[in-house]
Protein backbone atom coordinates (compact mmCIF):
# COMPACT_ATOMS: atom_id res chain seq x y z
CA UNK A 1 0.00 0.00 0.00
CA UNK A 2 3.16 2.36 0.96
CA UNK A 3 6.35 3.57 -0.97
CA UNK A 4 8.72 5.18 -0.81
CA UNK A 5 9.20 8.22 -3.26
CA UNK A 6 13.38 8.51 -3.53
CA UNK A 7 13.76 10.80 -6.81
CA UNK A 8 15.25 13.92 -5.70
CA UNK A 9 15.22 15.20 -9.28
CA UNK A 10 13.09 18.66 -9.89
CA UNK A 11 10.79 18.42 -12.57
CA UNK A 12 10.49 21.19 -15.37
CA UNK A 13 7.43 22.07 -14.91
CA UNK A 14 6.23 25.01 -12.85
CA UNK A 15 3.38 24.41 -10.55
CA UNK A 16 0.32 26.05 -8.90
CA UNK A 17 -0.20 24.74 -5.57
CA UNK A 18 -2.03 25.24 -2.69
CA UNK A 19 -1.71 24.12 1.20
CA UNK A 20 -4.18 23.63 3.52
CA UNK A 21 -3.50 23.64 6.92
CA UNK A 22 -4.87 24.75 10.34
CA UNK A 23 -3.49 27.88 11.72
CA UNK A 24 -2.26 26.55 15.00
CA UNK A 25 1.47 26.31 16.02
CA UNK A 26 1.50 22.42 15.51
CA UNK A 27 3.79 20.62 13.50
CA UNK A 28 1.88 20.19 10.48
CA UNK A 29 1.30 23.81 9.76
CA UNK A 30 4.59 24.63 10.34
CA UNK A 31 5.67 22.05 7.53
CA UNK A 32 2.76 23.59 5.29
CA UNK A 33 4.65 26.72 5.56
CA UNK A 34 8.03 25.35 4.53
CA UNK A 35 6.24 23.40 1.26
CA UNK A 36 4.82 26.61 0.22
CA UNK A 37 8.10 28.47 1.50
CA UNK A 38 10.37 26.14 -0.43
CA UNK A 39 7.78 26.06 -3.58
CA UNK A 40 8.37 29.86 -3.80
CA UNK A 41 11.98 29.78 -3.94
CA UNK A 42 11.40 27.66 -7.49
CA UNK A 43 9.48 29.94 -8.98
CA UNK A 44 6.36 27.82 -8.26
CA UNK A 45 3.37 29.85 -7.61
CA UNK A 46 2.43 28.74 -4.14
CA UNK A 47 -0.53 29.46 -1.96
CA UNK A 48 -2.28 28.69 1.82
CA UNK A 49 -4.99 28.74 2.80
CA UNK A 50 -6.41 28.31 6.80
CA UNK A 51 -8.78 29.35 8.81
CA UNK A 52 -6.68 32.20 10.60
CA UNK A 53 -3.72 33.50 9.07
CA UNK A 54 -0.75 31.16 10.20
CA UNK A 55 1.57 32.30 12.78
CA UNK A 56 5.13 31.20 10.75
CA UNK A 57 6.27 33.53 8.54
CA UNK A 58 5.82 33.19 4.67
CA UNK A 59 7.70 34.17 1.53
CA UNK A 60 7.15 36.85 0.03
CA UNK A 61 5.52 35.53 -2.71
CA UNK A 62 3.71 32.91 -1.00
CA UNK A 63 -0.14 33.95 -1.21
CA UNK A 64 -2.49 33.74 1.94
CA UNK A 65 -6.25 33.68 2.18
CA UNK A 66 -7.95 33.20 5.23
CA UNK A 67 -11.66 33.40 6.50
CA UNK A 68 -10.67 35.64 9.33
CA UNK A 69 -8.13 38.55 9.25
CA UNK A 70 -6.45 38.00 12.74
CA UNK A 71 -6.08 34.99 14.72
CA UNK A 72 -9.29 33.11 16.55
CA UNK A 73 -8.37 31.24 19.91
CA UNK A 74 -4.82 29.68 21.04
CA UNK A 75 -2.82 29.16 18.58
CA UNK A 76 -1.20 26.06 20.65
CA UNK A 77 -4.25 24.12 21.39
CA UNK A 78 -5.11 22.31 17.60
CA UNK A 79 -8.59 22.50 16.96
CA UNK A 80 -9.70 19.88 14.20
CA UNK A 81 -13.01 19.17 15.26
CA UNK A 82 -14.95 21.95 13.55
CA UNK A 83 -18.53 23.16 13.91
CA UNK A 84 -20.56 23.15 10.77
CA UNK A 85 -20.40 27.27 10.30
CA UNK A 86 -17.09 26.66 10.26
CA UNK A 87 -16.69 23.63 8.02
CA UNK A 88 -19.29 25.51 5.43
CA UNK A 89 -17.16 29.05 6.04
CA UNK A 90 -14.30 26.86 4.94
CA UNK A 91 -15.31 25.23 2.08
CA UNK A 92 -16.73 28.53 0.47
CA UNK A 93 -13.22 29.73 0.59
CA UNK A 94 -12.00 26.64 -0.84
CA UNK A 95 -14.15 26.76 -3.57
CA UNK A 96 -14.03 30.69 -4.20
CA UNK A 97 -10.52 30.96 -4.29
CA UNK A 98 -10.24 27.89 -6.34
CA UNK A 99 -12.19 29.79 -9.00
CA UNK A 100 -10.30 32.87 -8.73
CA UNK A 101 -6.90 31.22 -9.46
CA UNK A 102 -5.56 28.56 -11.78
CA UNK A 103 -4.41 25.63 -9.20
CA UNK A 104 -2.93 22.76 -10.57
CA UNK A 105 -2.66 20.85 -6.98
CA UNK A 106 -4.29 21.16 -3.87
CA UNK A 107 -2.46 19.71 -0.59
CA UNK A 108 -4.19 19.33 2.39
CA UNK A 109 -2.18 18.99 5.78
CA UNK A 110 -3.87 16.51 8.87
CA UNK A 111 -6.79 14.76 7.43
CA UNK A 112 -9.56 16.75 10.13
CA UNK A 113 -11.37 18.26 8.93
CA UNK A 114 -10.17 19.08 5.76
CA UNK A 115 -10.58 15.46 3.74
CA UNK A 116 -14.24 16.01 4.47
CA UNK A 117 -14.35 19.80 3.05
CA UNK A 118 -12.09 18.63 0.10
CA UNK A 119 -14.79 15.78 -0.35
CA UNK A 120 -17.52 18.94 -0.12
CA UNK A 121 -15.35 21.14 -2.30
CA UNK A 122 -15.06 18.26 -4.57
CA UNK A 123 -19.08 17.99 -5.21
CA UNK A 124 -19.69 21.59 -5.90
CA UNK A 125 -17.08 21.99 -8.31
CA UNK A 126 -17.01 18.93 -10.36
CA UNK A 127 -14.49 18.92 -13.14
CA UNK A 128 -12.84 22.07 -12.07
CA UNK A 129 -11.74 20.84 -8.90
CA UNK A 130 -7.77 19.97 -8.98
CA UNK A 131 -6.56 16.84 -7.38
CA UNK A 132 -6.06 16.83 -3.99
CA UNK A 133 -2.97 15.10 -1.97
CA UNK A 134 -3.52 14.60 1.86
CA UNK A 135 -0.97 14.05 4.26
CA UNK A 136 -1.71 12.01 7.57
CA UNK A 137 1.08 13.92 10.15
CA UNK A 138 0.10 11.96 13.59
CA UNK A 139 -2.83 12.63 16.12
CA UNK A 140 -5.53 13.07 12.66
CA UNK A 141 -4.92 9.55 11.72
CA UNK A 142 -5.13 8.63 15.77
CA UNK A 143 -8.65 10.66 15.69
CA UNK A 144 -9.60 8.61 11.96
CA UNK A 145 -8.56 5.10 13.37
CA UNK A 146 -10.91 5.79 16.00
CA UNK A 147 -13.95 6.55 14.32
CA UNK A 148 -13.72 2.94 12.71
CA UNK A 149 -13.10 1.78 16.23
CA UNK A 150 -16.52 3.32 17.19
CA UNK A 151 -18.28 2.11 13.59
CA UNK A 152 -18.77 5.13 12.39
CA UNK A 153 -18.77 5.63 8.16
CA UNK A 154 -15.89 6.79 6.63
CA UNK A 155 -16.12 5.11 3.18
CA UNK A 156 -16.94 8.65 1.95
CA UNK A 157 -14.09 10.52 3.86
CA UNK A 158 -11.52 10.92 1.01
CA UNK A 159 -13.40 11.07 -2.14
CA UNK A 160 -12.10 14.24 -2.96
CA UNK A 161 -8.66 12.91 -2.25
CA UNK A 162 -6.67 11.16 -5.47
CA UNK A 163 -3.42 10.16 -2.96
CA UNK A 164 -2.56 10.22 0.34
CA UNK A 165 1.32 10.90 2.14
CA UNK A 166 2.25 10.29 5.26
CA UNK A 167 5.70 11.47 7.40
CA UNK A 168 7.26 7.84 8.29
CA UNK A 169 7.44 4.45 8.17
CA UNK A 170 5.48 4.19 11.58
CA UNK A 171 2.52 5.86 10.49
CA UNK A 172 2.49 4.00 6.72
CA UNK A 173 2.59 0.58 9.27
CA UNK A 174 -0.24 1.99 11.42
CA UNK A 175 -1.83 2.94 8.02
CA UNK A 176 -1.86 -0.52 6.39
CA UNK A 177 -2.96 -1.86 9.68
CA UNK A 178 -6.10 0.28 10.08
CA UNK A 179 -7.09 2.26 6.99
CA UNK A 180 -9.54 0.13 5.28
CA UNK A 181 -9.22 0.91 1.99
CA UNK A 182 -6.13 1.49 -0.62
CA UNK A 183 -6.60 4.91 -1.97
CA UNK A 184 -2.81 5.10 -2.78
CA UNK A 185 0.26 6.09 0.27
CA UNK A 186 3.53 7.52 -0.21
CA UNK A 187 5.80 8.22 2.90
CA UNK A 188 7.60 11.72 2.00
CA UNK A 189 9.42 12.85 5.35
CA UNK A 190 9.23 16.87 6.96
CA UNK A 191 12.19 18.62 5.97
CA UNK A 192 13.99 21.65 7.54
CA UNK A 193 15.88 24.63 5.62
CA UNK A 194 19.50 23.94 4.33
CA UNK A 195 20.67 26.65 6.32
CA UNK A 196 19.09 25.97 9.38
CA UNK A 197 19.37 27.51 12.30
CA UNK A 198 21.97 29.98 10.46
CA UNK A 199 18.48 31.89 10.04
CA UNK A 200 19.08 32.89 13.58
CA UNK A 201 21.67 35.03 12.88
CA UNK A 202 19.44 38.03 12.35
CA UNK A 203 18.34 37.44 15.58
CA UNK A 204 20.47 36.79 18.14
CA UNK A 205 19.40 35.35 21.47
CA UNK A 206 20.96 37.72 24.53
CA UNK A 207 21.04 35.14 27.15
CA UNK A 208 23.01 35.51 31.14
CA UNK A 209 22.82 32.01 32.01
CA UNK A 210 25.68 29.98 32.54
CA UNK A 211 24.14 26.87 33.16
CA UNK A 212 23.35 24.00 30.82
CA UNK A 213 20.33 24.79 29.07
CA UNK A 214 17.30 21.89 28.20
CA UNK A 215 15.27 23.05 25.66
CA UNK A 216 11.53 22.02 24.77
CA UNK A 217 9.78 23.05 21.54
CA UNK A 218 5.52 22.93 21.82
CA UNK A 219 2.25 23.32 21.53
CA UNK A 220 2.10 22.06 24.94
CA UNK A 221 -1.00 19.28 24.31
CA UNK A 222 -1.77 16.63 26.55
CA UNK A 223 0.17 14.54 24.30
CA UNK A 224 3.10 16.19 24.57
CA UNK A 225 3.65 14.68 28.31
CA UNK A 226 4.36 18.14 30.22
CA UNK A 227 4.32 15.98 33.22
CA UNK A 228 7.13 13.51 32.58
CA UNK A 229 8.94 16.63 30.92
CA UNK A 230 8.84 18.64 34.69
CA UNK A 231 9.84 14.69 36.43
CA UNK A 232 12.74 14.60 34.13
CA UNK A 233 13.69 18.01 34.75
CA UNK A 234 13.49 18.30 38.38
CA UNK A 235 15.03 14.77 38.96
CA UNK A 236 17.66 15.77 36.68
CA UNK A 237 18.63 19.36 38.85
CA UNK A 238 19.28 17.27 41.92
CA UNK A 239 22.29 15.84 39.56
CA UNK A 240 23.13 19.31 37.81
CA UNK A 241 22.31 22.80 37.80
CA UNK A 242 20.48 22.89 34.60
CA UNK A 243 18.01 25.32 33.58
CA UNK A 244 14.86 24.51 31.18
CA UNK A 245 13.79 26.66 28.52
CA UNK A 246 10.47 26.49 27.37
CA UNK A 247 9.20 27.69 23.76
CA UNK A 248 5.60 27.97 22.85
CA UNK A 249 1.84 27.99 23.62
CA UNK A 250 -0.66 25.81 24.66
CA UNK A 251 -3.31 24.09 27.10
CA UNK A 252 -1.14 22.40 29.08
CA UNK A 253 1.23 25.00 29.59
CA UNK A 254 -0.45 26.73 32.33
CA UNK A 255 -0.39 24.12 34.91
CA UNK A 256 2.91 22.84 34.20
CA UNK A 257 3.94 26.58 35.04
CA UNK A 258 2.01 26.12 38.47
CA UNK A 259 3.50 22.93 39.12
CA UNK A 260 7.27 24.11 37.98
CA UNK A 261 6.70 26.99 40.59
CA UNK A 262 6.35 25.21 43.71
CA UNK A 263 9.46 22.54 42.72
CA UNK A 264 12.19 24.84 41.03
CA UNK A 265 14.23 27.38 42.28
CA UNK A 266 13.44 30.86 40.36
CA UNK A 267 15.15 31.62 37.15
CA UNK A 268 16.02 27.78 36.51
CA UNK A 269 12.80 27.74 34.10
CA UNK A 270 12.27 30.38 31.77
CA UNK A 271 8.60 30.66 29.53
CA UNK A 272 9.76 32.26 25.56
CA UNK A 273 5.68 32.27 24.44
CA UNK A 274 4.96 31.96 20.94
CA UNK A 275 8.44 32.00 18.64
CA UNK A 276 8.32 32.58 15.12
CA UNK A 277 12.15 32.50 14.94
CA UNK A 278 12.57 29.24 17.13
CA UNK A 279 16.16 28.40 15.72
CA UNK A 280 17.53 31.01 17.83
CA UNK A 281 17.22 28.48 21.05
CA UNK A 282 18.09 25.64 19.18
CA UNK A 283 21.07 27.41 18.62
CA UNK A 284 22.36 28.48 22.45
CA UNK A 285 20.22 25.50 24.39
CA UNK A 286 22.68 22.07 25.22
CA UNK A 287 20.08 19.35 24.75
CA UNK A 288 16.93 18.88 23.45
CA UNK A 289 14.17 17.02 25.19
CA UNK A 290 10.78 15.53 23.91
CA UNK A 291 8.61 13.23 26.32
CA UNK A 292 5.60 12.90 23.63
CA UNK A 293 3.41 9.78 23.86
CA UNK A 294 3.00 9.74 20.53
CA UNK A 295 4.71 11.45 17.34
CA UNK A 296 3.97 11.29 14.10
CA UNK A 297 7.34 12.62 12.84
CA UNK A 298 9.00 14.61 15.52
CA UNK A 299 9.47 17.86 13.84
CA UNK A 300 11.19 19.88 16.94
CA UNK A 301 13.40 16.53 17.09
CA UNK A 302 14.66 16.95 13.56
CA UNK A 303 15.21 20.99 13.79
CA UNK A 304 17.15 20.22 17.23
CA UNK A 305 19.53 17.13 15.00
CA UNK A 306 19.49 19.91 12.36
CA UNK A 307 21.26 22.58 15.02
CA UNK A 308 23.70 20.06 16.11
CA UNK A 309 21.60 19.72 19.42
CA UNK A 310 21.84 16.26 21.38
CA UNK A 311 18.46 14.32 21.82
CA UNK A 312 16.30 13.03 25.03
CA UNK A 313 13.35 11.77 23.38
CA UNK A 314 10.70 8.91 24.53
CA UNK A 315 11.30 6.35 21.71
CA UNK A 316 7.57 6.85 20.29
CA UNK A 317 6.56 7.08 16.66
CA UNK A 318 8.56 8.85 13.96
CA UNK A 319 11.18 9.76 16.32
CA UNK A 320 12.61 6.17 16.65
CA UNK A 321 13.86 7.25 13.23
CA UNK A 322 15.40 10.14 14.37
CA UNK A 323 16.99 9.31 17.79
CA UNK A 324 19.80 6.41 17.77
CA UNK A 325 20.00 5.88 21.31
CA UNK A 326 23.73 6.60 22.51
CA UNK A 327 24.77 7.59 19.66
CA UNK A 328 22.93 11.45 18.84
CA UNK A 329 20.81 10.90 22.08
CA UNK A 330 19.38 9.55 24.79
CA UNK A 331 16.44 7.47 24.55
CA UNK A 332 14.20 7.77 27.65
CA UNK A 333 12.83 4.36 29.63
CA UNK A 334 9.44 5.61 30.91
CA UNK A 335 9.91 1.82 32.99
CA UNK A 336 13.58 2.92 34.28
CA UNK A 337 13.19 6.66 34.36
CA UNK A 338 16.04 7.02 37.30
CA UNK A 339 18.36 5.59 34.86
CA UNK A 340 17.30 7.74 32.09
CA UNK A 341 17.67 10.21 33.96
CA UNK A 342 21.43 9.49 35.61
CA UNK A 343 22.33 9.15 31.86
CA UNK A 344 20.99 12.77 31.18
CA UNK A 345 22.53 14.10 33.73
CA UNK A 346 26.16 12.43 32.60
CA UNK A 347 25.78 13.89 29.46
CA UNK A 348 25.24 17.39 30.50
CA UNK A 349 28.69 17.33 32.70
CA UNK A 350 30.34 16.01 29.60
CA UNK A 351 31.23 18.91 27.15
CA UNK A 352 33.54 16.24 24.86
CA UNK A 353 30.09 13.92 24.27
CA UNK A 354 27.82 16.99 24.09
CA UNK A 355 30.13 17.91 20.97
CA UNK A 356 30.53 13.91 19.98
CA UNK A 357 26.25 13.26 19.78
CA UNK A 358 25.60 17.26 18.57
CA UNK A 359 28.48 15.80 14.84
CA UNK A 360 26.19 12.99 15.21
CA UNK A 361 22.99 14.65 14.96
CA UNK A 362 24.17 17.16 12.04
CA UNK A 363 24.76 13.68 10.27
CA UNK A 364 22.23 12.59 10.75
CA UNK A 365 19.79 15.41 9.94
CA UNK A 366 21.49 15.20 6.27
CA UNK A 367 19.22 13.26 4.75
CA UNK A 368 16.15 15.76 5.90
CA UNK A 369 17.14 18.96 4.55
CA UNK A 370 15.50 20.55 1.92
CA UNK A 371 18.08 19.92 -0.54
CA UNK A 372 17.74 16.15 -0.11
CA UNK A 373 13.70 15.86 0.33
CA UNK A 374 11.85 18.49 -1.86
CA UNK A 375 12.59 16.86 -4.78
CA UNK A 376 10.25 14.25 -3.56
CA UNK A 377 7.52 16.74 -3.52
CA UNK A 378 7.90 18.22 -6.50
CA UNK A 379 8.10 15.00 -8.19
CA UNK A 380 4.68 13.64 -5.97
CA UNK A 381 3.19 16.86 -7.13
CA UNK A 382 3.80 16.28 -10.99
CA UNK A 383 2.87 12.97 -10.90
CA UNK A 384 -0.28 13.12 -9.80
CA UNK A 385 -1.34 15.87 -12.09
CA UNK A 386 0.15 13.71 -14.90
CA UNK A 387 -2.34 10.52 -13.35
CA UNK A 388 -5.17 13.40 -13.24
CA UNK A 389 -4.80 14.58 -17.00
CA UNK A 390 -5.14 10.76 -18.03
Known amino acids: MSKNIDTSEMPGQRLAVAQICHSSLGGSSRVAGRIANALARRNHTSHVLSLDPVFWDLHEDVVQHNCHATPHGNRGELNWDWNEEQRDTFCSLVCNTIRDNRFDLLHY ?7 EIMARAAHILGPAMPPCIGTFHGTDLLHYVDRIAKGKNVQAFFSGTDKLTTVSSSMARLCRDHVPFDIGLEIVPNFVE ?5 QAASGQLVTNSSRPVMLHVSNFRSVKDVDLLATIFCKTRQLIDVELWLVGEGPQLANMRQNLSTKTPAGTVRYWGEQKNPAQFFRKADIFISTSKSEGFGLAVLEAMASGLPIVAT ?3 GIVELLEDNRNGVSVDRDNLDESIARIGHLLQSTSRLEEMGRECLAAAKKYREAAVFGRFEALYSD ?7
Do not use: K, L
Open 109 to 115: HFAFPFA
Open 194 to 198: DDWPA
Open 315 to 317: PVG
Open 384 to 390: TVVNRSN
